[in-house]
Nanobody
Framework: QVQLVESGGGLVQPGGSLRISCVAS????????LGWYRQAPGERRELVAA???????NYAASVKGRFIISAENTKNALYLQLNSVEPEDTAVYYC??????????WGQGTQVTVSS
């Protein structure tokens, strides 16, 4: 069973930057799309950004222009660059990978806290 492992979360000041990463423990055949979700306390999990295997990206309106998603398909690796962060970006960030059969893989989450 392939597992996704996130890293890079932590405490960052408002207006600062952070890069979080996700790597699969093994190969995922026929990868279709990869994405980052986040969940704040008391809130539903929401899609932050996604990228297809062909490189098409999609962002939530709240992060568009501030966050950048990228992937290295050959390494089954996914990244999220968080820029100009705001306290509202505080959440647990989850990595997700989807293959063409519809199988979804989830990471355990990494905490991002924006605070001065």
């Amino acid at each position: 069973q392939v597992q996704l492992v996130e890293s890079g979360g932590g405490l960052v000041q408002p207006g600062g930057s952070l890069r979080i990463s996700c790597v699969a423990s093994g190969p995922i055949a026929n990868l279709y799309a990869l994405g980052w979700y986040r969940q704040a306390p008391g809130e539903r999990r929401e899609l932050v950004a996604a990228i297809t295997s062909s490189g098409i990206t999609n962002y939530a309106a709240s992060v568009k222009g501030r966050f950048i998603i990228s992937a290295e398909n050959t390494k089954n690796a996914l990244y999220l660059q968080l820029n100009s962060v705001e306290p509202e970006d505080t959440a647990v960030y989850y990595c997700n990978m989807l293959d063409t059969s519809g199988t979804r893989y989830w990471g355990q989450g990494t905490q991002v806290t924006v605070s001065s």
